[in-house]
């Protein structure tokens, strides 16, 4: 991949990471040619309740879950910023060390972006970003609303999009639905019942050694 191909940034709780986390990210990596993407784990996440796990164990997991695939790789950044966990500032840092005119996409998933007029500074982040929003069969997009309007006045279908410009665009992509979520993972595991096949066996190996979710 050229070394100007865009770079995607993928934020999320992942406590723990799983198959369906990875594969929407390989698919993407590849639809959209990326260079790279990241998996940044939060720290302190503003929108839900401090997860019971570790920011060091979730990214830890992330770590093992990417590790084999060059394309993929964990940002720990957000572990090492006091306070709440912020997105615009980790683009703003990722855009200070990429430089101006490398396309940056960060990646949310359709209920993410449903939500984006409560995010810190959500009206900058395309000043510093493209956003790509994963979608699922059958979505629809909000037709009133703040997030409404500016998808209206945002979006773009044309695929060169995102390598033309380095922020400022939001794509829809559709993807395999793999209905799996990391609450299911920790109900499971609390059950006494098994989570195979659902995630990494490395990272499973990781929650039996530290003793996760049980
Ligand atoms: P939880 O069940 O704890 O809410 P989760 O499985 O939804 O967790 P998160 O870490 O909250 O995982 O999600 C990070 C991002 O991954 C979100 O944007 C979310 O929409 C997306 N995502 C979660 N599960 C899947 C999946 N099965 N396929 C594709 N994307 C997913």
């Not at 369906?20 to 309740?49: D, I, Y």
């Not at 980790?90 to 984006?116: H, I, K, N, T």
């Not at 069969?137 to 033309?164: C, I, Q």
Request: aromatic letters at 8%; one cysteine or more.
């Amino acid at each position: 991949m050229a070394s100007d191909a865009p770079v995607g940034v993928f934020g999320g709780t992942f406590n723990p990471v799983h198959y369906g986390h990875l594969r929407s990210a390989l698919e993407l990596t590849e639809r959209l040619q990326l260079e790279h993407l990241r998996l940044m784990p939060c720290a302190s996440p503003v929108h839900r309740q401090a997860p019971d796990c570790s920011a060091i164990d979730r990214a830890a997991m992330v770590e093992l879950a990417v590790r084999g695939e060059a394309r993929l790789r964990c940002d720990p950044r957000e572990l090492h910023r006091e306070g709440p966990s912020y997105t615009i500032e980790s683009l703003e840092e990722l855009r200070a060390e990429f430089g101006p005119e490398r396309s940056l996409c960060l990646v949310m998933g359709f209920d993410a972006m449903l939500q984006l007029d409560t995010w810190h500074r959500w009206q900058e982040l395309l000043e510093v970003a493209h956003i790509v929003v994963i979608a699922r069969p059958g979505w629809k997009l909000p037709t009133s609303g703040v997030v409404a309007d500016w998808l209206s006045r945002h979006r773009s279908s044309a695929e060169e999009a995102l390598r033309l410009r380095p922020f400022g665009s939001v794509r829809v992509e559709e993807l395999r639905p793999l209905a799996i979520s990391s609450t299911e993972i920790r109900t499971l595991l609390r059950s006494g019942y098994s989570a195979r096949y659902l995630l990494p066996e490395s990272v499973l190996n990781y929650i039996k050694e530290h003793h996760l979710y049980c």
